[in-house]
């Protein structure tokens, strides 16, 4: 074979060569810096949930735990078993004879030394309680009419199932997120109520319908609070995806469901023309909702920073510099409200803005454009924090605005247990079902409602209401 000569290459053209090698290895380092990055994601360093890191929790980093201890804090309430002044049984114990040897005389007589009270708290034995009702017409003896009595409300057939088992039905669904056909064999295990899954999705779905005065009293007590929590949590639906939406406050809540965009956070009815504070996260949809203050969730911008950081943490070290400055100033924010000050002073405002400045100025040298004058990705961060610097610093100016908008995302939590008990809704209408229901029982708990009882009362006069005179 005879060999092909090879023709010597210019130096211009050795050049093109490594100037194009040179971009494909700085191409090939980006994407796999990128993929790293993307394996890395949890929720300590994204805005992904808790529920998508997997068995393994993320590892908590040096020095980032929040240095309590495991178990009950210092300070939490505790629950201790009391006694009773009115148990439903007493049963005495006596010894018959004297216990003391050689003894063993009889104590019939003997005169009572002392007395101990001990009680056994126990289950009530597994059978319903069926009261009947027997409705008798009379025959008049002047004219001879016949009268019949008007039947109770709520014994409409000839056999039903009191309100006690439709809370109880409602309870194992919305509060214990039980799947249909286990809150059914609940109730037969526990009470020795045999209900079918039909009834159990039939008295959700009555519970539900019944909430129409509660969920518009508690749509127009949010429309008017000072601060007002607002998020969202995909859940699963059919094979598909709808959003549960919250708006919240530490006394109310109130869920609607739908997609993602504007009319679908307007839906609520809740946040159209609302004037005060709203505390968020950067969902740009929220923008539209220009009546109100925007405060931008600390925990969600701390988690993006350490992202950033994380993946570059020599060249990123303005990451760390600024989320130093956010925690800095909810220290300052916390120790003014606990000596019951009203707001920080403009010294202190002053100082959080200019560390504020230089962490952004620090992040620009780190973060230069590439030679499209494109920002990488820390560089978008930047920007972000840049243009949005008031949205992210309220809580300076306003101490009645928390750091976090972890009140909304305790809310939601529910929607991703009950995905987690009783996998994905079969309907929409089940999940907007559910939806209300847990806005009824979450706003009730707040309040220290018992939630049996205020289901009792939904489907007896009527569903218990908030009162109007909340303030936030």
């Known amino acids: 074979m005879s060999s092909v000569p090879q023709v010597p290459l210019s130096y211009e053209d050795l050049v093109a060569m490594l100037v194009e090698l040179r971009e494909r290895v700085d191409r090939l380092e980006a994407e796999n810096a990128e993929l790293k990055r993307r394996l890395g994601m949890n929720s300590s360093n ?7 890191d997997g068995p393994g929790r993320p590892a908590r980093q040096p020095g ?16 201790t078993l009391e006694l009773v002044a009115d148990p439903d049984e007493v049963i005495e114990h006596r010894p018959q004879r004297c216990g003391h040897p050689g003894c063993g005389a009889p104590l019939g007589d003997g005169r009572e030394y002392g007395r101990q009270r001990r009680q056994v708290i126990e289950l009530p034995e597994r059978r319903s309680v069926v009261v009947e009702h027997q409705l008798v017409a009379v025959e008049c003896g ?9 039947a109770p409300g709520g014994v409409s057939g000839r056999v039903q ?21 286990r809150a059914a064999a609940l109730l037969g295990d526990l009470l020795g109520v045999r ?10 779905g009555e519970a539900a319908r019944r909430l129409g005065p509660f969920v518009s009293r508690t749509a127009a007590l949010l429309h008017v609070q000072q601060v007002l929590h607002a998020d969202e949590t995909p859940a699963r639906v ?15 809540t109130l869920f609607h469901v739908g997609g993602r965009s504007k009319a679908d956070i307007d839906a609520g009815k809740v946040l159209p023309g609302f004037t005060g504070t709203l505390v968020r996260d950067g969902y740009a949809a929220y923008r539209h909702l220009a009546d109100a203050d925007h405060a931008w969730c600390g925990a969600h911008l701390i988690r993006d920073l350490r992202g950033v950081h994380e993946s570059d943490p020599a060249g990123q070290q303005w990451a760390e510099v600024m989320a130093q400055t956010l925690l800095m100033a909810k220290k300052m924010t916390e120790q003014a409200v606990t000596a019951g000050r009203d707001a920080l002073s403009a010294d202190e405002i002053s100082h959080i803005r200019a560390c504020y400045a230089g962490a952004l100025a620090y992040g620009r040298q780190q973060n230069p454009p590439d030679r499209d004058g494109k920002p990488s990705r820390a560089g978008t961060l930047v920007e972000r924090f840049t243009a949005h ?6 809580f300076t100016v306003d101490l009645a605005v928390p750091f976090t908008n972890n009140q909304a995302e305790r809310d939601l939590r529910p929607v991703k247990l009950q995905q987690k008990i009783s996998a994905t809704w079969r309907t929409l209408q089940g999940l907007a079902d559910f939806a209300t229901l847990r806005s009824y029982l979450s706003t009730a708990t707040k309040h220290g409602k018992d939630a049996l009882d205020v289901l009792e009362q939904l489907f007896t006069t009527g569903p218990w209401l908030p009162e109007p005179a909340i303030s936030s």
Do not use: N
């Not at 994204?46 to 998508?52: D, Q, V």
């Not at 002047?142 to 008007?150: I, N, W």
């Open 64 to 79: 980032k735990g929040s240095g309590r201890r495991r178990g009950k804090q210092p300070g939490a309430p505790g629950w």
């Open 389 to 394: 610097r008031d949205m992210i610093l309220r």
């Open 195 to 204: 209900v079918s899954t039909g009834f159990v999705h039939q008295v959700v």
């Open 142 to 150: 002047g004219c001879g009419q016949v009268s019949e009595p008007v």
């Open 161 to 181: 199932y009191g309100v006690g088992v439709k809370a109880a039905v409602v309870y194992a669904r919305a509060v214990q997120f039980l799947p249909f056909a």
């Open 238 to 252: 059919d094979g598909g995806f709808k959003y549960v939406h919250v708006a919240c406050t530490p006394e109310l």
């Open 46 to 52: 994204s805005s992904k949930p808790p529920s998508s």
